[in-house]
DNA sequence: TACATTTGACCACA
DNA sequence: TGTGGTCAAATGTA
């Protein structure tokens, strides 16, 4: 990372740091105050921002091998990359807002859970889940969904195939549809093809910059896993992007509820984004400015 | 009654 | 042979 780049992630840091401070202080009122939600909007992507320059400037050390391994639930995921040669995949985390909490995992499509396996190494189970239209339309569409060891509120979820039953149509299924069409070769696993794509990253950042990948979707660890060079790139995430926060934010809480208890799942997301985020990103920036 | 979930068993792959 | 993925019967629920 040059002195530049170092410079502007502290300043977006910064600036997310100032607007957390600031939503703080409004979280106090009741009602919530009207310039609330934007407020969430641009700290989400400030920091999504600040997420991009670091991974543009990780990638490297990460490729040669220096990236930190999973620290959840990703020692199974050696084993799960022996499977479904073949079939594009897309991997999520999707973080609850409790354990019982199933509503964050609701993606908006009709699955039918078709089994549950302990995976070894694994403290939780795996969930399988299907297209409810497996057999009235044919469709092959599968997830998997499995809780991270490490974090119980963090769930990894694993996309299969695209839905080409009714939900097709479907904004969920369209954008699955889309990052499956990113994968390369259009036929390896996210994290299957690990031997590949050394200059994925490289694209993806490239698509982020042009716009081409949304921001506004729950993040994905799609390409970025795919890549090549982040062998495991996604562990060094080990959270929701902010852009997925702010989606989550908005769709746990949908408009005119964002009540008062918002205050402490913000404040608790956040002070995770700091203190996870740290190790990948190592970030001593303002010592070093 | 129809549909979803649970769970033990089976299968395929490395 | 061990493990992940899937099947299908049993069971639960609206």
New binding site residues.
């Given amino acids: 990372m040059d002195g530049g780049e170092k410079s502007a992630l502290a300043s977006e840091l910064a600036q997310v740091l100032a607007m957390v401070r600031e939503l703080e202080a409004r979280m106090d009122q009741d009602p919530l105050p009207a310039g609330a939600r934007e407020l969430c909007a641009e700290l989400a992507s400030s920091v999504d921002r600040s997420i991009r320059i670091a991974r543009s400037c990780c990638v490297d050390s990460l490729a040669s091998g220096a990236g930190s391994p999973r620290s959840d639930g990703g020692n199974?995921t050696a084993?799960?990359s022996?499977?479904?040669?073949g079939t594009p995949c897309v991997r999520r985390q999707l973080r609850t807002a409790s354990v019982q909490d199933a509503a964050a995992l609701d993606d908006g499509l009709?699955?039918?859970?078709?089994?549950?396996?302990?995976?070894?190494?694994?403290k939780y189970p795996?969930?399988?889940f299907?297209c409810?239209h497996r057999h009235s339309q044919g469709c092959l569409a599968?997830k998997?969904v499995q809780r991270a060891d490490g974090d119980p509120l963090l769930h990894d979820v694993v996309y299969?195939g695209a839905h080409t039953c009714a939900q097709a149509a479907h904004p969920s299924a369209q954008q699955l549809r889309q990052e499956l069409q990113l994968q390369p070769g259009h036929g390896h696993g996210a994290h299957e093809d690990q031997d590949q794509g050394a200059s994925t990253p490289a694209l993806e950042t490239e698509c982020l910059r042009a716009g081409l990948l949304e921001p506004t979707t729950p993040y994905s660890f799609a390409s970025a896993a795919a890549a090549g060079a982040g062998a495991d790139f996604a562990g060094c995430f080990p959270l929701l992007s902010p852009t997925a926060l702010d989606w989550q934010l908005r769709s746990s809480h949908p408009a005119g509820s964002l009540g008062v208890g918002i205050g402490m799942e913000f404040e608790t997301q956040f002070e995770e984004l700091f203190t996870n985020a740290t190790e990948p990103f190592q970030w001593d920036l303002y010592a070093d400015n």
Avoid: E, F, P
């Fill in positions: 199974a084993a799960q022996k499977r479904r040669q009709s699955w039918r859970k078709y089994g549950q396996k302990d995976i070894l190494g694994a795996r969930s399988y299907r409810t599968t998997h299969h």
